[in-house]
Structure formats: C-alpha cells, structure tokens
C-alpha cells in the first residue's frame, strides 16, 4: 500500500516529468506549437493567480484582517460596504409625501 508521502513525491516528480515533456518535446517542435503551449501556460497561470488572489482575500477578510478596497468609496466603520436599498417604510412615507405634495400642487385638498 501506498503511503500519502509516497503519494506526494510521485505526484510532485510526475508533474515536473509532464512539464519537461511539453516543454521540451512538444513545444519544440515547431513555432506553432511553441505559440499555443505559451498562450496556454500564459492563461491557466493567470486564472491561478488570479483564483490564489481571491482566496488569499477571503481568508484575511475571515481572519479579521481589514485589506484596503479599490474604487468601491468609504465603508461602515464594521468594514462593510454601504447598501443603496432604501427601507420599505422609509419608501411607503416618502410616496405618500410626494402624493401629498402633489395634491397641494394641483389645488386639490382633504380639507372641504
């Protein structure tokens, strides 16, 4: 039976085995292939960068620790972002205002 260490150094010595070979044998066979192998390596490494990114943000935003934010304005003072929802009641007063007002604006009143 295998063990996980045995495990992990044949996976680590295959990987590099694997990367030897497409970089030596087959992108080296002609400079289409150089191309696509470059173009690839460039995309999957910047989607694991990128993917490292986001999860090295996340764990530090778990741990507590405060990272600046980019363009999104000022936060509350708990770290988080400001909704633009207004409240439902706050809604429901400032249509009946506007209602109001309205009313006022066009000579019609409660009052008679």
């Known amino acids: 039976m295998v063990t996980v260490t045995e495990f992990l150094v044949r996976l680590v010595t295959s990987a590099f085995e694997v990367a030897a070979k497409i970089g030596g044998e087959v992108a080296l066979r002609d400079p289409l292939s150089f191309l696509i192998v470059a173009a690839g390596t460039v995309f999957v490494t910047g989607a694991v960068v990128v993917l490292g990114y986001l999860a090295v943000g996340a764990l530090a935003n ?18 988080r972002i400001p909704t633009a929802r207004p409240n439902p009641e706050a809604q429901r007063e400032a249509k009946g205002a506007a209602r109001a007002k309205q009313g006022q604006q066009y000579g019609s009143s409660d009052e008679e």
């Open 62 to 79: 778990e741990l507590g620790i405060t990272t600046p934010t980019l363009g999104r304005g000022q936060q509350d003072a708990d770290g």
